[in-house]
């Protein structure tokens, strides 16, 4: 006993494995004992057993072995965990204890197959018990039996599969051993109670004493259906139900129906094996079929006969048999043959099943045509063959053949195709028998009923009747509107008679369904007698309205074609039952109708009726109106009012008081009474006679209204039209037509016959009145809206002028939508009613396409043309093709008749030469669209094989294979395409291109769908072999297939079909599914239909709490797959959105209970703790390259304190599943506890970065999805990341970036976009730096990228650590050897250079010249161009968030050089040039605003001079103007004010709009406080760019996001808006806006102006009001010449972009032409020089030939205008300002200048123009006195260049001899200048001649070189002096210019207008030096004032020497220091006199 001492102290599962057998015993018990005390299923105990229990069963111990088998039943049935040892502890059972001799053994061996079977693990049993049944040992195989022959009692049919089962059992009864075969027979006998008759077939061969011993037992078998009493795990409800019903007694009613739903009907045919006949065909079979002698056909088609008994048939290509069959029946002579063709039909469609469907087409019209044999035999052999033959297809596939037989004039073919039509209708339920079916079969059935034939009648009403059964009546009444009683009578009989194939199941549901309604009704329908209730009735809906509300709720299966019945009565057409019993009133005599009226009319009134007098005509009318007016509905016998109103003179009356009485009393009948289609035929005459009278038309119209609400609108609507047509009037056509039109608004397009409509149209058209045209056109144009551009193909062969208006008519109904009815709608039932319009609203579409005038092709399908298409000559074949396009181009609409071409085009799509294959494409896919849905009928035979051309090497063969495949799927629909097992067989080839071509497929068309046939179930097998495809791409796409097919299968069904994958596979595709489950998109919503054709006011109100939900879900799933939003383009919003995820909460449903309080603990100085601790180096860095376990536990450590229990599970389970459950619930909790989340971020970070590095896309999905929303909330609550937080995150992140999957790449971008907001972009900066340096090529590139975005939008300061070091790291990637990379750095660089200009060179460095070509490639091509006069520049800031497109603008070049040599120059130039070139902001001028204030006294010198003189003065010798002023604005880029209003105006851009709207709010209030206004000066041009970014953000993106609320737009539009209108009313600020952000501001208010999708706002007018506001300000308030400069500039690219609308050039010209009204005031402040250079440029891009060539002429005419406004403000002075331009040659603008001027001076006829030198000389032509003539000839000299001192000689010498003479006229209208030039002339010539000396040169400028210098150019004094027309010029024009010439000469740039006046110099002769030296001084400063001017025109080095020249002039000896002084003093005087 030591022993047992020792394995006593062992724990159970140790004994359990121990090699004592008592030890194993006693831990068997143990173990019962401890599996029944566990209470939790989940408990880890459970694990501990799982690789024990195969142990516990096949112990070798008998005795041991009986208690392992007891403990492991229970742990069976308590483990969770216990399916996984299915397989290895049901082939234990199997093997090892059914062999036992212990009784008690086996049992507890099948107590455990039968427990795993209800956990849910039945398959593997299965499978483990048929293996056993291959086992030697009987005593095993009967054991099996017994078990399976157990569960299938217990469990049923629907759990236990049965086919495996009978497959092997007649093999079993072949069995030596006795008891197996009695085991069998027991089993068969249970099987036969679940399956009845299925059993039959597949027992038929077996031992005939043995069969015949089972049907005896069959025989016994209770009929009662059997029941399951056993439930799985699953189906605990079920449970529940079963054992309450045996508590009531057994049988309960309620349940029963549903218990017979489950058990499934088992189809023998399921159970048989498929025989393959085709190979067995006899050899000769083709040729013997062809035979002459008859006995040989016979013979091959009993060859055939035998194959074809075989029950079930394997798939094939059967279309030659078919082929040789349909010909015998068609054209054998010998009938008998015919009738066993017929047979052989037969078996092959019933051994086909839906696979012979492809064929019904062509055998069905056959076989119709051959029912005019009258032998019985045959008649029967082709019944039986029709009625095998329809079951393969469907009603609607083979409804065309059948409709076009109903009209044959056979009798004996119209019975029997009526007896057919019945048997069919028998088969159908109302789902699959349509209202669009009904509708037709009804018609043509309606006429058999009246046939002359009695035969053809009896089976008319047959086919009624059994309609009339399925459909219900509600579906079928409306088309037996015109049947009188005896025939409906005899209808209703034949229905009651009619047996339901699907017995009384279908019976019954049709029975409840009808139920419901009927109880509604009651008083409804009792038959003629009880008409006047039956009328009340109708008046009430209330009943009504619930019946139909309750309808669609009936049983479960029927909702659907219920619902599509019950709407059938719901539209105008179907009225309810007592409106239909109305209808057939029958026509009235004379008398009885003047006995009916006389009894409710007063006896004057009748005799008054045809009275000669009208007096007492009207009279009678108004008695008779009073008397209708008070008669009750149901005592108005209307028919005989109306023949009251009709009697003499009826509708002839002539006076029109009388005649408008008539009519109102008509419509007041129509209203008020029971009104019936014969009372209507009473009167429409006479109404459609007076719809044109101009005094009655309106009465009648509103009394065929009337009409059209009481006998419905297509009624009346085909009447009235039919009847207009048929008289003369165009008048009343006109007006018919016009009424027409107008009643389909109100009604409805619903049920309207729109082919007799076109052809009245067509009629219309054709009219010689015009008017009755027009009326066409409109009523087309209304049909229009219903209808659809399908309208327009009946219309194809109008004269083109005609079609031109019907285009132009649909044009205008393009995109308005029908207006929702609203007559029509009262009568019918009120609930119902929306549906119903919508069900008819949707024919209308379908029906459309039916109407088509469809030709027959199939004459043109010859033999002849078959053979060439499948001629061995490829040309040959190609000929056919051709002939084939051109056959279906002509016909443009065919019927489905088009003979032997399927047969033919399929072999082409074989053709071994792809082009032909390509051909025959695009031939099936214009088939599709000429033969429409009737194209159905092809699928099997033409569409499948197209499909296998997706298989094709050729990628452009395969995209037309696929365009083909959609083409034909968009007029079938995808049933057709997924019933049977063709597409599984093309997806089980394993073609890689085929593969993945066909699933993607599938996955965009599978989520549109609402159902599927149950044989998608056959492809997913081969999904499953694609998910594990060597390719990757076919893996890739049965992936995203994945989600869809379990959308439609569930994914018990996907995880059950994996059961015969192989181990390991088996395990990946679980994992798959998994995943895919989360993934599984919501299937589309049913009512779609409604909403999204947005008909029937009512539908698109359900589905709002449908979106909201959908908009919870939105924050909390992923976002939906991309393919669903392909496929339903055309949904609803909302349904896009619902196919979330499944609700989020449902996983964590089972656990909530311990899952309440927070999810994040809030631990005080937690965070500052671990960071302490991190820094001291006590815990690890967080920094590796991938995770290692110490990372992950020293994580899960500082976790446990802060995050709650059960989410630190989740979120370290091994499982993915688990990690998404975490980020889920996170999500949730994010709002709700933000502290939380804040106090743990560092450590929800770290987690998230080890979510990066799974390799599950879901999860990492889900984590960017956490983080978006994680930083919004941050930015929210104005967070900002700790180094720490950050370090720690961001290079994990950054990793992502480079991603292979784009929308992950792209959710990383945003979310660092995002992090900008919490962490400062330029310590981000060096991060993202990092990643450039990755390995990964996708992650350089977008690291790359996103630098440049950064720059972008934070300006140079984020170039970390010094922009140099930067740029040049980013350089290096321009020679990366990955395309994107170098695209990327190259793009980042010249982003960069759009901000910084040309330094971006100096800063990158030495480039390779390869590296360097390709930048400067791209920046020129990207032609964003810095401009290249500092002008520019000055007003750029150099460190702004600045948008690229905004910069291409800005920056626009002053001259126009080329941008590659200007790189090189700047590069080229030296540091010298660099320095000057670019200025930085602070030490520019603001030189516009000095330039401006030209005329007014308040010029101020600049501070410069104040504070500066004395600096200026004491190094004299300063070498050259380097001296800078220092800015007004300080440098206000690192004060604090100036970097907060950075930080909040690069908000103003945000794509967040409250962000946004926060930022302009905070704007707004600074610029309306005055005093802090001034703050904003220097950031106008940032302010401006943020703002039209932001315009540019809501324009693209916001306006067209579906989900955003449109008054938040609307709010962020008037924040954006007030804030620039604040801004405009500031002047100063305003100013500040430079010319290329102005010409994007008004780029984006103009677009916003136009954009209509504005208008459609709410608010949008008032937004557009206020735009137009803030446009007049801009205009205002700007810098003019910026503002005109913006406009010419936006005017040319206007012109230039062919996108652009024409309405946006005309706004822009509407600005010009306003600033050309406010020029006279501005003209002054206005720098012409830069208008005139921006007019060359505009008309050197378009010259006036290019101009003229415009639309509008307004572009020239503009021009014009401003040009003639210049000089006619500016006279001839204006041709001074051209002096930017470097060429003038290159526009037409001097010219044109020119001939203005020249225009302008003949005007006025005093002055001539003389242009030869280019210089505007005027002379004076007063001939009076010669005096003049002899001043003017000299002053002309003067003027001229070469005789200037001779004039002046000349001049003096004449002043000397008249003394007396006045040359003031002739100076004072010159300018000062030439005044002052004048007298000093004449003063050194006296001086001269009087021998005084010359004045010495050190004083200033000698004589001579003021003398040769001023004059220099021929514009000099652009003469007026002679100008004696007496207009002053202003001084300012001439200060102007002599600038320019002084620059020309070299000389400086000095400010006229800094200088003494002329009177003072001529006042004080005694100091001309000083005042030449004052000049001098002052040219000095205002050089240093004009930087700008200078750079712009002086040559640096002319300008240097020239400034050193000056220089040493001033100091030169002979002028004293006093002299300075002087000069001081001077200058001290004149700027007191400015002020």
């Known amino acids: 006993m030591g022993d047992d001492s020792e394995w006593m102290k062992l724990p159970i599962d140790q004994k359990c494995e121990h090699k004592l057998w008592k030890a194993r015993l006693n831990g068997y018990e143990e173990a019962l004992k401890l599996f029944q005390k566990i209470d939790d299923e989940k408990s880890p105990e459970w694990s501990k057993y799982l690789g024990l229990i195969k142990k516990f069963v096949t112990d070798s111990n008998a005795v041991a072995q009986l208690k392992g088998l007891e403990a492991a039943l229970a742990y069976v049935e308590n483990a969770h965990v216990a399916g996984k040892t299915t397989g290895e502890v049901a082939s234990g059972v199997v093997n090892k204890v059914f062999n036992q001799p212990k009784a008690r053994a086996k049992e507890l061996g099948e107590d455990i197959c039968l427990m795993y079977i209800e956990i849910e693990k039945g398959e593997a049993v299965q499978e483990e018990l048929l293996k056993g049944l291959d086992n030697k040992n009987p005593k095993i195989i009967v054991a099996c039996i017994e078990t399976l022959r157990k569960a299938l009692s217990e469990f049923g049919s629907k759990i236990i599969s049965l086919k495996p089962i009978i497959k092997v059992l007649p093999k079993l009864f072949e069995s030596r051993e006795k008891a197996v075969r009695d085991e069998a027979k027991l089993l068969a006998v249970e099987i036969y109670r679940w399956i009845r008759d299925a059993l039959r077939p597949p027992l038929q061969n077996i031992n005939s004493v043995q069969l015949k011993e089972l049907e005896e037992e069959w025989i016994k078998v209770s009929s009662a259906a059997p029941k399951q009493t056993r439930f799985l795990r699953s189906q605990q409800e079920l449970k529940a139900k079963f054992e309450q019903q045996q508590g009531l007694g057994g049988d309960a009613d309620g349940g029963d129906d549903d218990e017979e739903e489950a058990v499934p009907q088992v189809d023998a045919y399921e159970l048989l094996e498929a025989v393959e006949i085709l190979s067995k065909l006899p ?25 074809v008994k075989n029950p079930k048939l394997e798939s094939g290509d059967y279309a030659d048999l078919v082929k040789a069959l349909k010909k015998v029946v068609g ?32 055998v069905v019209p056959t076989i119709l045509e051959k029912f005019k044999e009258k032998k019985p035999q045959v008649v029967q052999a082709l019944q039986e063959a029709i009625d095998a033959i329809f079951l393969t297809t469907t009603l609607q596939n083979i409804s065309e053949d059948i409709l076009a ?41 309606l006429k058999h009923i009246n046939d002359s034939a009695p035969e053809v009648r009896d089976a008319g009403f047959e086919a009624l009747g059994t309609a009339l059964k399925v459909a219900g009546e509600k579906a079928v009444n409306p088309f037996l509107a015109d049947v009188d009683k005896l025939k409906l009578d005899r209808i209703k009989e034949c229905a009651e008679k009619v047996e339901l194939v699907y017995g009384k199941k279908a019976g019954g549901a049709a029975e409840k369904k009808e139920g419901k309604p009927i109880t509604g009704k009651t008083t409804a329908l009792p038959g003629p007698a009880g008409d006047k209730e039956t009328k009340d009735a109708a008046t009430k809906p209330g009943p009504l309205k619930k019946a139909s ?49 006389a009894a409710v009319l007063p006896a004057s009134c009748i005799q008054q009726l045809d009275s000669g007098n009208w007096k007492e005509r009207l009279a009678c009318m108004e008695e008779f109106q009073k008397a209708v007016e008070l008669m009750e509905r149901s005592e108005m016998p209307c028919q005989a009012l109306v023949r009251m109103l009709a009697k003499k003179p009826g509708w002839k009356e002539t006076n029109f008081q009388v005649m408008q009485m008539k009519l109102h009393i008509v419509a007041l009948i129509a209203q008020k009474g029971n009104f019936s289609k014969t009372s209507a035929q009473v009167v429409l005459d006479g109404l459609v006679d007076k719809v044109g009278d101009v005094k009655c038309g309106t009465n009648a119209k509103e009394a065929m209204t009337a009409i059209a609400e009481a006998c419905q ?44 409509f076109i052809s009245n149209v067509k009629t219309a058209l054709a009219a010689t009145n015009p008017a009755v045209r027009t009326s066409a056109i409109t009523l087309l144009g209304v049909m229009y809206l219903y209808v659809g551009p399908s309208l327009r193909m009946f219309f194809e062969d109008e004269k083109p002028a005609l079609l031109s208006q019907i285009d132009a008519e649909f044009e205008k109904m393009q995109g308005q939508t029908a207006p929702a009815p609203t007559r029509g709608i009262s009568r019918h039932s009120v609930g119902g009613g929306d549906d119903g319009e919508e069900e008819e609203q949707e024919e209308v579409g379908n029906d459309v396409v039916d109407l088509l005038p469809r030709t027959d092709i199939g004459d043109k399908i010859t033999a002849e043309l078959v053979s060439k298409i499948g001629d061995k000559n490829w040309k040959i074949r190609k000929e056919g093709l051709d002939e084939v396009t051109s056959i279906i181009n002509e016909a443009k609409f065919i019927q489905p008749n088009i003979g032997e071409l399927p047969a033919a085009l399929k072999g082409r799509l074989n053709d071994s030469n792809k082009i032909l294959v390509q051909q025959t494409l695009s031939i099936l896919q214009q088939l599709a669209t000429a033969m429409g849905p009737n194209i159905k009928q092809y699928v099997k035979n033409l569409g499948i094989p197209v499909i296998t051309v997706l298989g094709d090497s050729k990628n452009n063969v395969r995209a037309a294979a696929l365009a083909t495949v959609n083409a034909w799927a968009e007029q079938t629909g995808m049933k057709e395409w997924l019933e049977g097992e063709d597409l599984s067989e093309e997806l089980k080839k394993e073609n890689p291109f085929l593969r993945q071509e066909l699933l993607g497929w599938l996955a965009e068309k599978l989520p549109a769908l609402r159902s599927v046939p149950s044989d998608l179930l056959l492809c997913v097998p081969h999904l499953y072999s694609c998910l594990e495809d060597r390719n990757g791409d076919v893996r890739k796409k049965a992936q995203d297939a994945l989600p869809f097919f379990m959308m439609h299968l569930g994914f018990e069904k996907m995880a059950k079909a994996t059961g015969k994958l192989k181990p390991t596979s088996k395990d990946q595709v679980l994992a798959m599914l998994e995943k895919a489950k989360a993934n599984m998109p919501a299937k589309p919503a049913p009512p779609a239909k409604a909403s999204s054709r947005g008909v029937g006011g009512a539908a698109p109100a359900k589905f709002q709490p449908a979106s909201a939900f959908a908009d919870d879900l939105g924050s909390n799933t992923m976002e939906s797959k ?52 991190e820094k001291a180096l006590k815990v690890l860095k967080w920094n590796f390259t991938t995770p290692r376990d110490e990372y992950i536990e020293q994580l899960k450590t500082q976790m446990s304190t802060c995050v709650a229990k059960w989410l630190q599970d989740e979120m370290f389970h091994a499982d993915f599943q688990h990690h998404n459950k975490a980020l889920s619930v996170m999500i949730e909790h994010l709002e709700s506890e933000k502290d939380g989340v804040i106090s743990c971020l560092d450590l929800i970070l770290k987690w998230l970065t080890l979510r990066f590095f799974d390799t599950n896309t879901s999860v990492l999905m889900k984590a960017l999805e956490y983080l978006k929303l994680l930083f919004n909330l941050l930015s929210q609550e104005e967070y900002h990341l700790t180094e720490n937080e950050a ?33 400062p972009a330029s310590k981000m900066f060096p991060f993202i730096m990092e990643g450039t340096k990755s390995k990964n090529s996708k992650q350089r590139a977008e690291c790359l990228e996103e630098l440049g975005c950064l720059v972008e939008s934070y300006g140079m300061n984020v170039c970390q650590p010094t922009p140099g070091k930067a740029l040049k790291e980013m350089a290096t990637h321009i020679g990366d050897r990955d395309n994107t990379v170098r695209n990327a750095a190259l793009n980042t660089i010249v982003t960069v250079y759009n901000v910084h200009g040309d330094q971006v060179f100096k800063l990158i460095g030495n480039l390779s010249e390869k590296d360097m070509s390709m930048l400067e490639e791209r920046i020129k091509r990207s032609a964003k161009r810095p401009s290249s006069a500092p002008v520019r520049q000055a007003e750029e800031k150099p460190q702004r968030a600045q948008n690229m497109s905004a910069n291409a603008s800005m920056m626009r070049k002053g001259q126009a050089e080329d941008m590659s040599s200007k790189l090189n120059q700047n590069r080229n130039m030296g540091s010298h040039s660099e320095t000057t070139h670019t200025v930085p902001r602070e030490f520019q001028l603001d030189l516009d605003e000095i330039e401006n204030d030209n005329g007014t006294v308040r010029c101020e010198m600049p501070a410069l001079v104040q504070h500066k003189l004395d600096d200026i003065f004491e190094p004299v010798l300063i070498p050259e103007p380097k001296i800078r002023a220092v800015s007004p604005h300080f440098d206000d880029m690192h004060s604090n004010t100036a970097s907060t209003i950075n930080f909040v105006i690069s908000q103003v851009a945000s794509g967040d709009i409250n962000t946004s709207i926060q930022a302009l709010t905070q704007i707004d209030e600074v610029l309306k406080q005055e005093d802090k206004a001034e703050a904003m000066s220097g950031h106008i041009d940032q302010f401006l760019i943020a703002t039209f970014m932001q315009l540019r953000l809501i324009y693209n993106t916001h306006m067209a996001d579906e989900k955003l609320d449109k008054d938040e737009i609307v709010r962020l539009y008037s924040c954006i808006i007030g804030s620039m209108i604040t801004l405009f009313q500031i002047e100063s600020l305003a100013r500040e806006a430079s010319t290329g952000v102005l010409k994007d501001l008004m780029h984006g208010l103009i677009t916003l102006m136009l954009d209509s999708r504005v208008e459609d706002l709410e608010e949008g007018e008032q937004v557009i009001r206020s735009v137009n506001l803030l446009v007049v300000k801009v205009l205002e308030k700007s810098d003019q010449t910026n503002i005109l400069s913006a406009l010419l500039v936006l005017l040319q690219d206007s012109l230039l972009a062919t996108a652009s609308s024409p309405k946006f050039s005309e706004l822009v010209m509407k600005c010009l032409w306003r600033m050309v009204r406010l020029l006279p005031e501005t003209i002054n402040s206005i720098n012409l020089d830069r208008i005139l250079l921006d007019i060359h440029i505009f008309m050197k891009v378009f010259p006036k030939e290019k101009l003229k060539q415009c639309k509008s002429e307004f572009p020239i005419r503009t021009l014009k205008t401003l040009l003639h406004t210049l000089c006619k403000l500016k006279g001839p002075k204006i041709l001074d300002h051209l002096t930017m331009i470097d060429n003038k040659n290159e526009s037409e603008l001097e010219a044109h200048l020119c001939r203005l001027m020249k225009h302008a001076m003949e005007q006025t006829g005093k002055a001539d123009k003389d242009t030869e030198k280019g210089a505007s000389r005027i002379e004076e032509k007063a001939s009076k006195a010669k005096v003049n003539d002899i001043l003017a000839e000299i002053f002309k000299k003067i003027g001229s260049k070469e005789n200037t001192k001779e004039g002046l000689a000349e001049l003096y010498e004449y002043k000397k001899k008249y003394s007396d003479a006045d040359i003031e006229p002739f100076l004072k209208n010159s300018s000062q200048f030439f005044q002052s030039y004048v007298e000093r002339g004449l003063r050194l010539i006296e ?125 030169s000896p002979s002028s004293a220091a006093a002299n300075i002084d002087d000069l001081k003093k001077r200058l001290e005087r004149i700027k007191s006199s400015r002020k």
């Open 549 to 597: 509300a309750a309808k669609p709720g009936g049983p479960p299966k029927k909702g659907k074609p219920a619902a599509a019945a019950g709407t059938g009565g719901a539209g105008p057409k179907g009225k309810k039952g007592p409106e239909t019993k109305e209808i057939f009133e029958s026509e009235l005599s004379i008398e009885v109708c003047e006995e009916k009226a």
């Open 1887 to 2011: 001086t001269e001649r009087e021998g005084k000396g010359r004045i010495a040169t050190s004083t200033g400028i000698s004589p001579q070189m003021e003398g040769t210098c001023v004059p220099a150019s021929t514009h000099t004094v652009s003469s007026s002096i002679g100008n004696t027309n007496g207009e002053e010029v202003g001084p300012s024009v001439y200060l102007e210019r002599l600038k320019i010439l002084r620059q020309r000469c070299g000389l400086d740039n000095a400010k006229q207008e800094d200088r003494p006046p002329l009177t003072s110099l001529l006042s004080k002769p005694t100091l001309p030096t000083v005042a030449s030296s004052t000049d001098m001084l002052h040219s000095k400063l205002s050089q240093l004032r004009e930087s700008r001017e200078q750079y712009q025109h002086l040559d640096l080095d002319s300008n240097q020497t020239h400034s050193s020249g000056i220089g040493t002039t001033l100091a």
């Open 405 to 445: 037989v109903m009209d044959n004039k056979n009798p004996t073919i119209k019975q029997q195709t009526s007896l057919f039509i019945a048997r069919s209708f028998r088969h159908c339920t109302p789902s699959t028998l349509p209202k669009s079916l009904l509708k037709p079969f009804c018609a043509a059935l």
């Open 1287 to 1319: 370090s720690s995150f961001i290079p994990y992140l950054i990793l992502k970036v480079g991603e292979p999957k784009d929308v992950i790449r792209k959710d990383v971008r945003a979310i660092l976009n995002r992090m900008c907001l919490i962490y």
């Open 331 to 362: 054209k054998d002579t010998n009938v008998m043959l015919v009738a066993l063709a017929a047979k052989c039909l037969a078996g092959l469609a019933t051994g086909l099943r839906k696979k012979f469907g492809q064929y019904a087409g062509h």
């Open 1122 to 1173: 991309p393919d669903l939003k392909k496929a339903k383009a055309g949904g609803l919003s909302s349904k896009t959105k619902v196919q979330g995820k499944k609700v989020l909460s449902k996983p964590s449903l089972k656990e909530d209970d311990d899952k309440s309080g927070p999810i994040f603990i809030i631990v005080p100085n937690g965070k500052e703790q671990r960071m302490r601790e």
């Open 713 to 756: 609108l297509p009624w009346t609507a085909e009447q009235v039209v039919a009847t207009a047509f048929s008289q003369k009037n165009p008048k009343n056509q006109s007006e018919t037509l016009n009424w027409l039109s107008n009643a389909i608004k109100e009604f409805g397009f619903s049920g309207l016959n729109v082919k007799a």
């Open 283 to 307: 050899k000769d079979f083709y040729e013997k079929i062809e035979a002459k002698k008859w006995q040989e056909r016979k013979e091959a088609l009993e060859a055939v006969e035998l194959l």
